[in-house]
């Protein structure tokens, strides 16, 4: 079930969503409900990709809240150069030193 909402624009917003009104051929309520959930959508990407970084969501899980795929979630975090893996240099070093002394 939908909501309405009010919301105060200032007149270079409101300018600025005419032009978007006209360009899509849309009236009011679609352009803002179409600007509204592109803007939700990236916000979560954004927080994901922060969630990511910091290691506390794996990119699986970002993806299935963001409504991605996998492989989309991972092309949008190679694009913003996120470390996903948790896999740093000194884990390579460390295990290239474990490989060789095995060998």
Do not use: F, P
């Amino acid at each position: 079930m939908a909501t309405t909402i009010s919301v105060r624009l200032d007149k270079s917003l409101l300018k600025d969503l005419s032009k978007i009104e006209k360009n899509w051929q849309a009236d009011r309520s679609e352009a803002i409900r179409r600007l509204l959930a592109k803007a939700v959508s990236s916000w979560k990407i954004q927080n994901m990709l922060e969630r990511i970084k910091g290691h506390k969501i794996s990119i699986g899980k970002a993806a299935e809240e963001c409504g991605l795929s996998l492989w989309e979630m991972l092309d949008i975090a190679k694009e913003n150069n996120v470390d996903w893996t948790g896999y740093s240099k000194e884990d390579l070093e460390r295990d290239l030193e474990v490989l060789g002394g095995k060998a």
